[in-house]
């Protein structure tokens, strides 16, 4: 399927204008939509993101990556009720854009964006049955956890072995409620081995089959 790069407006928190990439398919041709958010500063076009969008727009998915604007002061030093409004609003207003959509959903959020995937799931703004790809999630946030076990049919959780929100128990709770994961040895929260590139690529091939497997039942 051949895809093209469209211009939309999007208004996030304050009436912002949200940096994003919106892929689509021509008419009735999309098998469904997906929704990538990013992390704190982890933006579309690193790998983590951009080959899940790529393998998205591969498959037939119209595709929405909203690009990191939160690792500037004015997020920072908000406080902490302002920053959970930015980020609501924010991806509310990516996920209007997007979803839902006639055939199938997906969201992959990476690190702060599995925040904002857990808001959106609480507000109810997510179609059900909707694949989750939860990207080095906030682990530590007890909400965080319980929106992952509560969609355990649908999620996938990766994470690494160094990375700082990684916890044996917790994957181990994570595991115990029927949720997919897959867990990077030597992978830090940048989805990198560091000082390794071999072993990076490495890890981002593990993450892509995984993925993929989990779209389709398929490792292709």
């Not at 002061?73 to 209007?96: I, T």
Request: glycine share 12%.
């Amino acid at each position: 399927m051949t895809s093209e790069t469209v211009m939309v407006d999007v208004r996030g928190f304050r009436g912002d204008a949200l940096p994003c990439v919106v892929n689509r398919h021509p008419p009735g041709e999309a098998v469904g939509a997906a929704l990538l958010l990013p992390g704190l500063g982890y933006g579309a076009r690193q790998p983590g993101l951009l080959y899940p969008a790529l393998l998205l727009d591969e498959l037939g998915f119209d595709t929405l990556a909203l690009d990191t604007r939160w690792n500037v002061p004015a997020f920072m030093d908000a406080p902490p009720e302002e920053q959970l409004a930015w980020l609501r609003e924010d991806v509310r207003a990516a996920c209007h854009a997007i979803l839902p959509e006639p055939g199938g959903a997906c969201v992959v959020a990476k690190s702060i964006g599995t925040l904002g995937l857990t808001l959106l799931l609480h507000g109810g703004e997510v179609p059900p049955g909707a694949r989750l790809v939860w990207l080095t999630p906030l682990l530590e946030r007890p909400e965080v956890r319980a929106a992952i076990a509560a969609h355990a049919a649908t999620s996938l959780v990766v994470i690494g072995t160094q990375d700082g929100h990684y916890r044996p128990e917790w994957i181990t709770e994570l595991t115990g409620a029927g949720v997919r994961v897959l867990v990077l040895d030597g992978v830090n929260h940048g989805l990198q081995v560091e000082g390794d590139v071999v072993g990076t690529l490495g890890a981002l091939h593990a993450l892509m089959r995984e993925f993929r497997v989990f779209l389709t039942g398929q490792a292709g």
